[in-house]
């Protein structure tokens, strides 16, 4: 089998082990959810479309964001079976640190 023949067989295995990683840091993504679920018909909010004041407000959610990542610090056993705990963890710490 040539190198290239090989390689075109490898790819899709690679790009499929690859994570995908948000351009938007962890924080910022989970204060907008907070602020969307306050605002939303689709959630406990009254508006029908919320994008612009998630947009607006997000930020006065950034507190409670944070309290949600530092509740995750720890997972729960279900979390614990499925993956590698001290890398969670890390990852949470990380997403932390970045906010300080």
């Keep these: ?13 690679e790009e499929h082990l690859t994570m995908p990683v948000s351009e938007t840091r962890i924080v910022e993504r989970i204060a907008r959810v907070l602020a969307g679920q306050r605002a939303s018909v689709n959630a406990n909010g009254f508006l029908s479309s919320a994008g612009d004041v998630v947009d607006e ?44």
Excluded: I, N, Y
């Design 57 to 100: 407000s997000w930020r006065e959610h950034v507190d409670d964001a944070k309290a949600v990542l530092h509740t995750l610090r720890e997972p729960d056993a279900a979390m614990a079976s499925a993956g590698d705990v001290e890398m969670w963890k890390g990852m949470v710490e990380a997403a932390l640190e970045a906010e300080a």
């Design 1 to 13: 089998m040539c190198a290239e023949s090989f390689q075109a067989q490898v790819q899709p295995m």
